[in-house]
């Protein structure tokens, strides 16, 4: 246990249905980032806060996604409209650092 | 798109012999660093080396790297069946404030006991 918590760890929806996913980082990091793994691959960064201010975003993330990380504390990934393509493993990650990266158990998304 | 590619992509050996991983990456970079991740569960770091470092040791893991070649590999020694995972390089761009990584495509290592 790493310490980076993710709320729901699995998660099957329907196609077109909203989905929040919520990170909670270890409590001293003001770095966050959302990755996403498909089957058989690495990660892939998709958006970075630090503290409250989101900083940077991934051409992954299409209009159809947002992340907030309200007081710089724990943090939202919504996926509006969702398709079969999403269907990933969602991957949350905090620091303190640029350097080592704590991940939570990530959430598992299944898009039917 | 994912920083570059790792060699093997799977590797099955006997608890007891040694394993490595290679990486390649294309960008300068901060640092590379290795992660493992059991199957369906998070990333756990292992070791992290500097671009101008060219080896690190931590236990039973020993990390090179090639900044001239854009390389580096993982060797774990003596390997046994809870070594078994997926591993993988993750690089840190050079002039990156953010401290994004970039992950290579991954090793899935079986050690069998």
């Known amino acids: 246990d790493t310490g980076v918590s993710q709320d729901p760890r699995h998660k099957i929806t329907k196609r077109g249905q909203n989905v929040t996913f919520r990170c909670d980082p270890i409590?001293?990091?003001?770095?966050l980032y959302w990755y996403r793994q498909t089957l058989g691959q690495g990660p892939e960064f998709l958006t970075y806060f630090q503290n409250e201010a989101q900083l940077e975003k991934s051409r992954l993330l299409s209009d159809r996604f947002s992340a907030e990380r309200p007081k710089g504390s724990f943090s939202t990934l919504e996926i509006q409209r969702t398709e079969q393509g999403d269907s990933a493993m969602y991957l949350c990650?905090?620091?303190?650092?640029?350097?080592?990266?704590?991940f939570g158990p990530g959430t598992r998304l299944t898009v039917t | 798109s994912q920083q570059g590619e790792e060699d093997p992509q799977a590797l099955s050996i006997q608890e007891g012999e040694n394993a490595t991983m290679n990486c390649s990456y294309k960008?300068?970079?901060?640092?590379l660093q290795w992660y493992r991740q059991n199957s369906g569960r998070g990333l756990v770091h292992l070791i992290l080396?500097?671009?101008?470092?060219r080896e690190k040791h931590s236990g039973r893991l020993r990390v090179t790297l090639d900044t001239s070649k854009k390389s580096s590999s993982l060797l774990i020694t003596a390997s046994r069946a809870a070594d078994t995972a997926s591993y993988f390089c993750?690089?840190?761009?050079?002039?990156?404030?953010?401290?994004?990584?970039?992950f290579g495509q991954g090793t899935t290592l079986q050690v069998k006991p």
């Open positions: 990650a905090s620091t303190q650092t640029v350097d080592e990266q704590y």
């Open positions: 960008t300068s970079i901060n640092n």
């Open positions: 409590s001293e990091h003001n770095r």
């Open positions: 993750a690089t840190d761009a050079r002039g990156s404030n953010t401290g994004k990584l970039i």
């Open positions: 080396i500097r671009s101008n470092e």
